[in-house]
């Protein structure tokens, strides 16, 4: 396990007792490095949405227990956001919540000349998803082919 597995691992497990508390669910916990900073990301959402103060609320708990830990050996700066309408599906629950849904996939190599696809999502598993397109027409994804997964959105 990678560095930046154990910490996200070890901070899902510290955010847990607090999701359950608030009644949140925790979407993500990312560690990476943007612009020369390291980022440990906290996503969290509920019923209804998250607020800032339901933000800051977690960030405040959480930045005691993580000062408490002292896990992570680089400094970081630590930040709890909502997920956002396009947040990408990365968990079984992602994916059981959007059944039936309109999705935007986009693949890492051109199929058929082409790189983004849109359908309802009709099946899933461990390694592939299923969409029906416009057109009646069922296209299986592998899921390690697929550069970015999430809910399409008519703006």
């Not at 943007?34 to 509920?46: C, F, M, P, V």
């Not at 408490?68 to 992602?94: A, M, N, Q």
């Amino acid at each position: 396990m990678s560095k930046k597995e154990v910490y996200e691992q070890k901070t899902e497990e510290l955010l847990k007792p607090l999701m359950e508390e608030y009644q949140f669910e925790l979407v993500d916990v990312e560690y990476v490095k943007e612009g020369g900073n390291w980022y440990l990301r906290a996503y969290i959402d509920k019923e209804g949405g998250i607020t800032v103060d339901d933000c800051e609320l977690v960030s405040r708990r959480m930045s005691d227990l993580l000062d408490e830990k002292d896990y992570i050996d680089e400094s970081y700066i630590f930040e709890v956001s909502s997920p956002g309408l396009s947040r990408p599906l990365k968990k079984e629950k992602d994916y059981a919540r959007s059944m039936g849904k309109e999705l935007e996939i986009r693949t890492y190599r051109a199929i058929n000349k082409e790189k983004e696809f849109y359908g309802i999502l009709k099946a899933y598993d461990d390694k592939t998803v299923t969409i029906e397109t416009d057109d009646k027409i069922e296209m299986i994804f592998a899921k390690s082919e697929i550069a970015l997964i999430r809910l399409a959105f008519d703006f």
